[in-house]
């Protein structure tokens, strides 16, 4: 059998089908690297291997890290530095710091406030294309809705969200699993870009509603517990993961009720009292993000796996999801299943913090979508998957719409 390659074709082909194949199995295999500068790594596909490895600190988060980042190149050094103060890829304590100060930005209320807005844009969004005989759900739903949600959450400009999206893409793409090269000098340049811009608009943080990112980490400045960098390239973390996660889940969504009639009917019926089912399911089915990197501090021992310190371990976020061991009948779309369990929002210490927020959006997209997809049919079958690796996400989701 061939090694485990992330870039295989039939991987990008039929994702589901390559992670079984490798996960009937063996729940781990050693694989061909993430990333250039190492020989390999290891490719976790069991769920409860997945989240062992998540629960444990031995397994860390600080790849990047290098003991002299001056002896990088220079485009190297601008993104170096950036990731450096992202929650994401950092180990405690660095990592506490951060995620304490940014837990606030998250906040109960601030999660509240957005439950409301989000109904209010997903209904607006809704009424904007409900007459139209044809749309991409993509580019003129997904993409547009959770821009504008981003933007009220963290608290910049809505006007501005095209911009933000032109600049976020390049460092989304530089998270993914590396095909070229030259995505780093992309996201050097957005780095850079969009440092100066959020650098501008912490300076409005004072003016801001108290419960916007930008206002919440003006705050955490001014009480010393994040530097002024620290704050902004925060932020940027959530401008990139909050558009590329959120817009796929609900484009996911929509693709699995349109070929699943049944729970799309369902959820028609009663949208208030199913949403949460389709949002969970959706998760679990079409996780919209792949993959959750990790590198191993010391030897170790996990669920009777060996590994070895500095080994590079990547667990299969959607592989995990669809274990026959942790869930019955895994590759079928269903709702209505009593208890629904994925790890798409990661586990331990680096648990997603925008899952709040997500499900609000999806939940108030699927809410008001639900009368029209009803109507809907899909264009494009099979559609047109992206050429990502880490991200599950659609290029386009065209579909008809029949007369109200
Ligand atoms: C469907 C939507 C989303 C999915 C599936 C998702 C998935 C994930 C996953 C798997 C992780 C953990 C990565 C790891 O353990 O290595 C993560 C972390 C994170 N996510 Fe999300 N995410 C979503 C939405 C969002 C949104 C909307 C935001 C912000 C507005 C956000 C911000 C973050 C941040 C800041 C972290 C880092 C947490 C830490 O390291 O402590 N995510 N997300």
Known sequence: MLRFDPLAEALHEAPYDYYARYRNIAP???????NAGI???????????????LADSRFGR????SADPGLLPPELQELYHLVDHWVMFRD???HTTLRSALADAFSRDALQVMHDRCRDIACAMTARIEQRASLDVMADYAIPYVLTCLCLFVGVPVEDAPWIRMWAKPLAQALDVKRSPDVYACAAEAARTLRAYVG?????AGDRDANTVIAQLGNAISLGRLSRQQAIDSIILILVTGQETSRNLICNGVLSLLRHRDALVELAANPAERSAAVVEETLRFESPVHLAG??????IECEGYRFCAGDSVVCCLAAANRDPQDVGDPDRFDPSRPKIRHVSFGAGIHTCLGVGLARHEARAAFESLAPVLCRAELVDEPPDWRRSVLFRSLETLCIRLGDP
């Open 39 to 53: 020989e390999g790594g290891w490719y976790v596909l069991g769920n409860a291997l997945t989240r062992a490895i």
């Open 28 to 34: 781990v295999h050693w694989g061909k690297p993430v």
């Open 92 to 94: 405690p304590p660095y």
């Open 62 to 65: 600080e790849s990047h890290r």
């Open 294 to 299: 990790r590198v191993v501090r010391e030897d």
């Open 200 to 204: 501008a608009q912490l300076k409005l």
